[in-house]
């Protein structure tokens, strides 16, 4: 018998959108660079490998990100403890809005997430470092 999911990620993802602080894109492209900002990029390695990346923003994985975030967790990053907005973004919007909603509720703040992500960012000429080339692998 099928799983009955009785709430979708659309859902999950509205009431993320009416919690959190949307950023439009002109707006995140001012706030690179600056001292009490963090831009958090929470795509997936392999996405940032693919697309490229926003210079200074932070790389935290999604699956970390409540690790990260936690002082009581062996995985608590320093970044996140600081007097500053966290900014989060990922691909288009979607997973970003539910990971400051996330870190929100945790008690980060203040959070926001980006409107339309990466993908808007380089759309709009927001400032990207390319994509790192793969490590070479060794011959035998």
Known sequence: MPQNITTGYKALVDAAMREVETVPIDEAIQLAGRADIVLVDIRDIRELQRDGKVPGAVHVPRGM???????????????????????????????????????????????????????????AGGPTQAPESPPEKKKA
């Not at 288009?92 to 960012?121: D, Y």
Request: proline share 7%.
């Open 65 to 123: 990100l409540e690790f990260w975030i936690d002082p009581n967790s062996p995985y608590h990053k320093p970044i996140f403890n600081q007097d500053k907005k966290y900014v989060f973004f990922c691909a288009g919007g979607l997973r970003s809005a539910l990971a400051a909603q996330t870190a929100q509720n945790m008690g980060l703040k203040p959070v926001a997430h980006v409107e339309g992500g990466f993908g808007a960012w380089k759309k």
